[in-house]
């Protein structure tokens, strides 16, 4: 059993346990957040003619190689061609269409000048100045062309992509089951949120933290019962959390004491440990795999619990999630205030990013132990502090992850 | 009738047609993306008790004064309180309790001693250093003091937050209701998604992707059936709209041609304009007012749409839904990409932010015209060239905004 993992490594083991969920069909408009399970072609040309970008008229280029602000050309209309409408008419020589705008370009035309510079007199609209083939036309297909890939597999859906997907008439899309994730809180100290206080105990706030992120990232979460802090009980709630869901993540008992069971509990369900600890603070934390699925035990101290699901647990759900773009976005960041506490192990701090004269800074969002939730509000940075450092003052500069 | 107007300008006077929504109470895990219609405060500490951090012996620090590795000084051990009980004897002189993770620190104890560097012969402990009183021992509120506030009004829910509030029993949440956002899109040219393409027809992708954005935001989206493309009846649309939603957004009919018909529309139905079309590209844009509603129309270019809602759009419907936190974050990016057209009216580019050695850089997301849509799939930031510019070389600084 390995022990003490640097993020990278501790990262690549757990990522080398994941398995692929199956797909389904969804409705467009259910299809946000979700992950694309197949790559799709366009199989019509965005936009599927060439049209005009402005109000104006359509016409032969070559009709203008003499026109001039003095000497016009007089082309006669045939007709006007709204958008949404198709021209009946073909444009030979001499001749021009008016188009609105977005209106589709006549046969024959090649070339568009806009309304506002021409003039008119009777059916003849007069131009004044001469035109290359392919002015002031959009093209068919500007935006995709007929074949071009406009998702690819394990694509997150964002509102523009459901935009393309519309104008290609896609209705269903083919798109990664979410994952269901069992998230199971032990401690004996443990109440739920609306039992009042007792002597001893406090509320289970890490079950609620990390169901919100499940949920905010597209997962499901299962919130299973507290079980007793016993390693039979654990052991059975992590069997029951395998059961139902595609992995299974707990918070409490990894660390060294009497009534610590995490460990204890997987190896009772025959689960493989693959390792214990991280070489940085918050260190705490195991991982395990049982039948395929992987076993996350956090610390049950709220934002160390928070931390290392944000670098290890997120990464390894998106990756479930079907997304390919799973990996943590690395950036430097320069630290805005003093951090006066020594890392002799190494460390991550917690703060928000904060952009000032293309630089990027990290304010710290207040106090940093493991057991303060409070300042994991407004986080959207975790940075390291290597392992040896003393105090770190205001202007270091430090890698971090963004977390989003 | 105000025109051209810079970006802060039409931000400012948007702004100052928001009205404040109602309020309701929702599930504690209902409430996650909401925003918060009250302050809230914390009626306990979080923790509720004075703990400790470690499995070790808890004693008076007094007791300690005179140990060292050599001469330990022995306590008697009373009993052991794992976490989740309460400690049932006093610490007097000379006497200790055994403390698990996270269990209450007994009354009369002040420090604790790890587990690790002690010894236990029969009932007695023996401890090789002195201690200062508070040594090890985590204070009643370390993350929250009973009182302090710990959501303010017009803050957006975060997973953190909502374990702060599972941590102090709150199960129900005063937020604002969610303002509902009517979607319009004009053009005789639209078709419904699942229609098959007709010759000059397209089918409508702006009120798929401004659906999906409101409801990313967590606004409530309804989109409204196309009407034909005359004044009275993009009138009567609009007019359904300001019944059925908290704000109307339209796309298409903004711009100077015959058949732009939004502006008309707002004055058929008594809207006030405030003002139309802003001093970059893209610039088709037109904001009314009726009823205490505001009437957002945009551009039937998708992409240019898109850009105006995000700049404006969201930023309005961030206020509406009550955040105080709703301006753009402002940047600076240094440009990755050549920008080689002239951009003499100014003109937002739109690109993927890129974060290297410590700096900012922004990506063109691909070809920037109006028509494009999918150079908005993986656009995260919007830049903006100054007017009067020409070509902008790779290496540029550029104002921009971050978008998500």
Same mark, same amino acid.
């Given at each position: 059993m390995?022990?003490n993992l640097s993020l990278?490594?501790?990262?690549s &083991?757990?990522?080398?346990?994941c398995?692929?969920m199956g797909?389904?069909e969804?409705e467009?408009?259910?299809s946000?957040?979700?992950?694309? +399970?197949e790559?799709?072609?366009a199989?019509?040309? &965005?936009?599927?003619f060439a ?8 016409f032969r ?9 003095e000497?016009?050309?007089f082309l006669?209309?045939l ?10 008419a ?6 021009a /269409?008016?188009?609105l ?8 035309a090649?070339a568009v000048e806009?309304?506002e /510079? ?5 059916n003849?609209?007069?131009i004044?100045?001469?035109f ?6 959009i093209?068919a ?5 007929k074949g ?9 859906i +964002?509102?523009?992509?459901i935009?393309l997907m519309a ?11 979410q994952?269901?994730i069992?998230i199971?809180?032990t ?6 949120i609306?039992?009042?206080l ?8 890490n079950s609620?933290?990390l169901?919100?992120?499940c ?5 499901k979460p ?7 802090d016993?390693?039979e009980e /654990?052991?059975e709630?992590i ?5 139902q869901a ?7 008992g990894v660390?060294?004491?009497d ?6 509990a997987?190896?009772?369900?025959n689960?493989e440990?693959?390792?214990?600890? @991280? ?7 195991v991982a ?6 992987v076993?996350l035990?956090?610390s049950g101290?709220p934002a160390?619990?928070?931390?290392v ?5 997120m990464v ?7 997304c390919?773009?799973?990996?943590l976005?690395e950036?430097?960041?320069t630290?805005k205030n003093?951090?006066k506490?020594?890392s002799?192990?190494?460390?991550? @701090?917690?703060?928000r990013l &904060?952009?000032?004269e293309?630089?990027?800074?990290m304010? @710290?969002t207040?106090v940093q ?5 409070? +300042?994991?509000?407004g ?8 392992p040896?450092s003393g105090?770190?003052?205001a202007? +270091?500069k430090?890698k971090?992850?963004?977390?989003r």
């Amino acid at each position: 059993m390995k022990e003490n993992l640097s993020l990278q490594e501790a990262q690549s &083991i757990l990522l080398s346990h994941c398995r692929e969920m199956g797909t389904e069909e969804v409705e467009l408009h259910a299809s946000l957040g979700r992950v694309l +399970s197949e790559e799709l072609r366009a199989e019509e040309n &965005i936009p599927p003619f060439a049209r005009s970008p402005y109000d104006g008229y359509a016409f032969r280029a070559l009709d203008t190689a003499t026109a001039t602000e003095e000497q016009p050309v007089f082309l006669s209309v045939l007709e006007e061609v709204p958008a949404g409408y198709a021209p009946t008419a073909k444009v030979g020589p001499g001749e021009a /269409v008016k188009v609105l705008t977005g209106a589709p370009i006549p046969e024959g035309a090649d070339a568009v000048e806009k309304y506002e /510079v021409t003039t008119l007199k009777g059916n003849q609209v007069a131009i004044y100045s001469s035109f290359e083939p392919g002015t002031n036309i959009i093209p068919a297909g500007e935006d995709v062309v007929k074949g071009e890939i406009i998702g690819s597999k394990g694509m997150e859906i +964002s509102p523009p992509l459901i935009g393309l997907m519309a104008s290609l008439g896609i209705t269903r899309v083919p798109v990664y089951q979410q994952p269901t994730i069992a998230i199971i809180s032990t401690g004996d100290e443990l109440l739920e949120i609306d039992e009042p206080l007792r002597p001893g105990k406090i509320r289970n706030s890490n079950s609620h933290t990390l169901a919100a992120y499940c949920r905010a990232m597209g997962a499901k979460p299962l919130i299973l019962k507290t079980p007793k802090d016993r390693t039979e009980e /654990v052991g059975e709630a992590i069997q029951q959390g395998l059961q139902q869901a595609d992995m299974v993540i707990t918070t409490g008992g990894v660390s060294v004491g009497d009534y610590d069971v995490v460990k204890d509990a997987v190896r009772y369900i025959n689960g493989e440990i693959l390792y214990w600890r @991280l070489n940085f603070k918050p260190s705490s934390m195991v991982a395990a795999v049982k039948d395929g699925k992987v076993i996350l035990g956090l610390s049950g101290n709220p934002a160390a619990a928070l931390m290392v699901f944000q670098l290890l647990g997120m990464v390894y759900i998106k990756k479930l999630m079907g997304c390919t773009d799973y990996g943590l976005t690395e950036l430097q960041v320069t630290l805005k205030n003093d951090f006066k506490k020594p890392s002799p192990a190494g460390r991550i @701090l917690r703060g928000r990013l &904060i952009y000032e004269e293309g630089n990027t800074f990290m304010e @710290l969002t207040g106090v940093q132990a493991n057991g303060i939730l409070r +300042s994991m509000i407004g986080c959207d940075v975790l940075a390291e502090i290597p392992p040896g450092s003393g105090p770190i003052a205001a202007g +270091s500069k430090l890698k971090a992850y963004l977390i989003r």
